[in-house]
């Protein structure tokens, strides 16, 4: 058997070729979504910092529950107490014109960041303590930390890349 022929519109003696009629929509359309380094890191770097914050904070208050410094409802109540705040960031980030190009790898490191720490307050929510028993909770804050971490690392190894 062979494949069935292509659809084309054009040939050029032997290629055939299929033009996009919408191209230049589509291309209208990609590009306004796209925004300058500036515009990029304006709306990105308060989202960035204010979500850094939140990824300390929840990093501490699990050390000080899990150290016995305060106790498991104590740590939960904290956590709730910001997830809101913590879920419109996240959200927020998710709209956010494309970066250039060339910044794809920092947007990346930082989106990641960004559900990572979504995810360490979402454990602790009232949705997650339904989902989620205790020590699974207590293990996926854990591997969030390590994470939060490591892609902590990436973010300022393509911060540097960019500036």
């Known amino acids: 058997m062979r494949p069935s022929e292509l659809n084309y519109n054009d040939e050029i003696g032997e290629i055939k070729i299929f033009w996009n009629d919408n191209y230049e929509i589509q291309k209208e359309n990609y590009e306004k979504y796209f925004s300058t380094k500036e515009k990029y890191l304006e709306t990105l770097e308060p989202i960035l910092d204010k979500m850094l914050n939140y990824g300390r904070m929840a990093i501490d208050y699990f050390e000080q529950y899990k150290q016995g410094s305060i106790s498991e409802s104590t740590f939960i109540s904290k956590m709730q107490e910001s ?3 913590v879920t419109e960031l996240y959200f927020k980030s998710g709209n956010i014109p494309f ?3 060339e910044w794809e790898d920092y947007d ?3 989106q990641s960041v960004f559900a ?3 995810n360490m307050f979402l454990y602790f929510s009232e949705e997650g303590l339904k989902t989620w028993p205790k020590r699974n909770r207590d293990e996926l804050m854990q591997n969030a930390i390590k994470h939060y971490y490591e892609d902590l690392e990436k973010v300022r190894f393509e911060e540097k890349k960019i500036h």
Do not use: R
Request: aromatic fraction near 0%.
């Open 83 to 85: 997830e809101g705040k």
């Open 99 to 101: 970066p250039p190009i």
């Open 108 to 110: 990346q490191a930082c």
């Open 116 to 118: 990572i720490v979504d």
